[in-house]
């Protein structure tokens, strides 16, 4: 089983400031990775798949890079909005899927 | 639009059992692979199941395998996870969620609680 390890669990940005999110796979996954964001009393939405490929009308502050074991999520300049849970998930053992344990993003 | 929307939860008591429904319209359902996700109050999301878009391959969590079956009737448009030998520890939200290797839809989620 691939593990996924997401770091910081939780991330305290001020809003307009950068947030880096980091996740860490215990084996290579190639470029088979996406990211979702998740609210309060909602699904999770897909934000990046391919590890850098946004996903439609997901807008260009967020981006994805990495690939092999370790990727990161940036958001350039966080508005309001963006607060919110991210989650990385591994695709590479289709159809057996595993998720990090989320990074929570926070006001500070 | 693409619609996904999960019924059958409720509160159960430890060791029974529990089929939930996933109903998706607005896509060609037969066309895309499917899976289920749960979430655990407070906590994060968990993979449960994943059937192919034909229903020919699945698979299954270590936490749940051998008691959860997955499975999909493409001429009703429906996806679902029968439970078997339920656990406190399966309570959860449960999503069902569309997607060939990422998950691009999700449904709003049908709630199981598993108490005595």
């Known amino acids: 089983e691939i593990v996924m390890t997401q770091s910081p669990a939780t991330l305290s940005v001020s809003p307009g400031e950068r947030a880096t999110l980091s996740c860490r796979a215990s084996?290579?996954?190639?470029?088979?990775l996406a990211w979702y964001q998740q609210k309060p009393g909602q699904p999770p939405r897909v934000l990046i798949y391919?590890?850098?490929t946004r996903a439609t009308d997901i807008p260009a502050r967020f981006s994805g890079s990495g690939s092999g074991t370790e990727f990161t999520l940036t958001i350039s300049s966080l508005q309001s909005e963006d607060f919110a849970v991210y989650y990385c998930?591994?695709?590479?053992?289709?159809?057996?899927?595993?998720f990090g344990g989320g990074t929570k993003v926070e006001i500070k | 639009q693409v619609h996904l929307v999960e019924s059958g939860g409720g509160v159960v008591q430890p060791g029974r059992s529990l089929r939930l429904s996933c109903a998706a319209s607005?896509?060609?359902?037969?066309?895309?692979?499917m899976h289920w996700v749960r979430q655990a109050p407070g906590k994060g999301l968990e993979w449960v199941a994943g059937?192919?878009?034909?229903?020919?391959?699945?698979s299954f969590a270590d936490s749940v395998r051998g008691r959860f079956t997955i499975s999909r009737d493409n001429s009703k448009n429906t996806l679902f996870l029968q439970m078997n030998t339920l656990r406190g520890d399966d309570t959860a939200l449960y999503y069902c969620?569309?997607?060939?290797?990422?998950?691009?839809?999700w449904g709003q989620g049908a709630l199981v609680t598993v108490s005595s």
């Open positions: 969620a569309r997607g060939q290797q990422w998950l691009d839809f």
């Open positions: 998930q591994q695709y590479k053992n289709w159809p057996l899927l595993t």
């Open positions: 059937v192919s878009f034909d229903g020919s391959k699945k």
């Open positions: 084996q290579s996954v190639s470029s088979n």
């Open positions: 391919g590890a850098s």
């Open positions: 607005g896509f060609t359902f037969s066309h895309y692979a």
